[in-house]
């Protein structure tokens, strides 16, 4: 009886929920939104939609300042995603590598590396000095 139940539990959930996929703008309405947990989904799924760059680029270098750690950290990724085309975001990623966070720090530096490689070589490549 029991995985009849939660079945029908998830069902009502993802119906409730609007499982539907959101479209550009709803996410990047939800990337301003004073719940946390929007913030959280819009920053994850924004760099899956490349088509939209140009829109989409400016809205995470604003995420960067972020009152949440995880929300900096996701948006360093997912600007680190576009590669080249977040070379706009290179001033504010080097400026989340001073972060409070060490894990938004490190994002950061990836992020660079993957938008600019040669200018920002990939920080787990670089040889640490032998104590």
Excluded: W, Y
């Amino acid at each position: 009886m029991r995985a009849p139940t939660h079945f029908l539990l998830l069902i009502g959930l993802l119906t409730a929920s609007g499982c539907g996929k959101k479209s550009t703008d709803q996410l990047l309405d939800d990337l301003k939104s004073s719940e946390e947990r929007d913030r959280l989904v819009a920053v994850r799924l924004l760099p899956q939609r490349t088509g939209d760059a140009a829109r989409i680029i400016p809205a995470l270098i604003d995420a960067l300042k972020d009152k949440e750690s995880d929300i900096r950290r996701s948006a360093a990724l997912g600007l680190g995603s576009f590669a080249e085309q977040a070379k706009d975001a290179i001033p504010a990623l080097q400026a989340a590598k001073g972060d409070r966070d060490a894990r938004v720090r490190e994002s950061a530096a990836i992020a660079l590396s993957r938008i600019d490689p040669d200018r920002f070589p990939n920080p787990s490549k670089i040889k640490q000095p032998v104590k």
